[in-house]
């Protein structure tokens, strides 16, 4: 066995050996089929695999939303990637200045050709270093996986109306603030997922590694507005953080936190239905 040497080679090394088996998942109505499975957190600082390398690590696995499969092939362009980056949030910081892991954010799953909705996740897991379960029970909890859902209905005020994407506008001046897999909010103001629009709903890949970055950027310590008893590797926290992360560990957060929970302990991806 070759041995593997530097900082990434090593932290890939780990992953393989300490976080990453093999899982055979039973075939059966839309049931996912074999899948690599991330087990634990690769520790808080590291960073993000290369896209081709985490694609590298993906398994087959069947496609049980056909209906992603636009979404799931579109690959965000290098000036819309740019223009996330240099996005302003409404304090006035760029998305990477906001989160300096924005700036691995890509959307290209390099290597994966056609792409199932599974084996996105399985990439984001592997690229983010975060586990696999834990993702796709997340995703149960928000969409149940699939890239067109909408949440978060709000009514807006009438000059942001026209802004939003003309399927998550409703009546009068209402809209579903959250869009895709993850249900990635954005608002017009900068105040919620500045620049993400519209690669949330346009690209299943964008939106997973934009949902990675920033459950990462909780994981590793780097938010200095999460409050009192916040701290880097609190994977329970930081999956939480996702709903709401301010104040840090709040009541909602921990009921959103039990929900995800329930969907591990039941592995409800392995029976989304249609």
């Known amino acids: 066995m070759a041995i593997l040497t530097g900082p990434r080679k090593i932290a890939l090394a780990c992953l393989v050996l300490a976080g990453v088996i093999t899982s055979l998942l039973l075939t059966q109505g839309e049931r996912v089929t074999a899948a690599t499975t991330v087990v634990s957190w690769s520790p808080p600082g590291t960073k993000p695999l290369p896209d081709a390398e985490a694609a590298g690590l993906v398994s087959p696995a069947r496609e049980v939303r056909p209906a992603n499969k636009r979404a799931n092939r579109y690959l965000p362009s290098s000036r819309q990637l740019d223009a996330f980056r240099r996005a302003r949030t409404s304090h006035g910081q760029t998305m990477v200045e906001f989160n300096p892991l924005y700036r691995y954010v890509t959307g290209r799953p390099k290597?994966?050709?056609?792409?199932?909705?599974?084996?996105?996740?399985?990439?984001?897991?592997?690229?983010?270093g975060i586990p696999t379960n834990v993702i796709r029970a997340q995703m149960v909890v928000e969409s149940h996986w699939r890239q067109g859902f909408m949440g978060d209905p709000e009514h807006v005020p009438a000059d942001w109306y026209g802004r939003y994407p003309r399927q998550s506008r409703a009546r009068g001046s209402d809209v579903f603030e959250s869009?895709?897999?993850?249900?990635?909010?954005?608002?017009?103001?900068?105040?919620?997922?500045?620049?993400?629009?519209?690669?949330?709903?346009?690209?299943?890949?964008?939106n997973l590694d934009y949902y990675g970055a920033t459950l990462r950027f909780f994981?590793?310590?780097?938010?200095?507005?999460?409050?009192?008893?916040?701290?880097?590797?609190?994977?329970?926290?930081?999956v939480a953080a996702w709903y709401s992360p301010d104040p840090w560990n709040n009541g909602d957060a921990r009921g959103?936190?039990?929900?995800?929970?329930?969907?591990?302990?039941?592995?409800?991806?392995?029976?989304?239905?249609?």
């Open 179 to 206: 869009l895709g897999i993850a249900q990635v909010k954005w608002r017009p103001d900068g105040s919620v997922g500045a620049g993400t629009e519209p690669l949330r709903w346009r690209s299943t890949a964008f």
């Open 256 to 274: 959103y936190l039990r929900r995800v929970q329930q969907a591990i302990g039941s592995r409800a991806w392995t029976r989304l239905g249609g």
């Open 219 to 238: 994981y590793d310590g780097d938010c200095r507005w999460c409050g009192p008893g916040y701290g880097p590797g609190q994977a329970s926290n930081s």
């Open 111 to 128: 290597g994966l050709r056609r792409a199932t909705t599974d084996e996105l996740i399985q990439w984001v897991s592997h690229k983010w």
